[in-house]
């Protein structure tokens, strides 16, 4: 599921990423399909800071995906709901996330389940030139 969702990355990239040891700080929330099997999951763990927010630490939805078969049976919803809880619990008052500027769906989504638009976003990277010689 996780490559799915973040298809352009190998499955190492995404593990390094998302790779977690301190499991106080970093949640995994899943749906189960009847039967047997997993459909979706979402990915929460705790940033000292995120763009908007006022608090420190505070919880980012890292990831979240439910299987194609499976959307619109508000499942992602229920994994929001599922972060919030778990978010109130571990003492924190702010969840933030994001999505890519093309993503329209993922930013339809993000409303739908309350988040606010804070701002937008475009990152530059340059290389630092070696010395010579």
Same mark, same amino acid.
């Given at each position: 599921m996780r490559q799915a969702l973040w298809p352009d990355s190998t499955a190492a990239e995404v593990d390094a990423l998302l790779g977690r040891s301190d499991l106080d700080r970093y949640a995994v929330f899943v749906v189960e399909r009847?039967?047997?099997g997993l459909g979706g999951?979402?990915?929460?763990g705790l940033r000292t800071y995120a763009e908007g927010c006022a608090s420190s630490p505070v919880a980012y939805l890292e990831g979240i995906w439910v @299987?194609? !078969?499976?959307?619109? $049976?508000r499942l992602a919803s229920a994994l929001?709901?599922?972060i919030l809880g778990w978010a109130r619990?571990?003492?924190?008052?702010?969840l933030a996330?994001?999505? @890519?500027? !093309?993503?329209?769906? $993922?930013?339809?989504?993000?409303r739908s389940v309350g988040f606010q638009e804070t701002q937008r976003l475009v990152c530059?990277?340059?290389?630092?030139?070696?010395?010579?010689?």
């Open positions: 009847r039967g047997a999951f979402a990915e929460v @299987d194609p !078969d499976l959307r619109r $049976s929001c709901l599922a619990r571990t003492g924190l008052s702010e996330s994001d999505a @890519d500027l !093309d993503n329209a769906v $993922s930013q339809a989504f993000h530059y990277v340059r290389p630092v030139p070696r010395p010579r010689g």
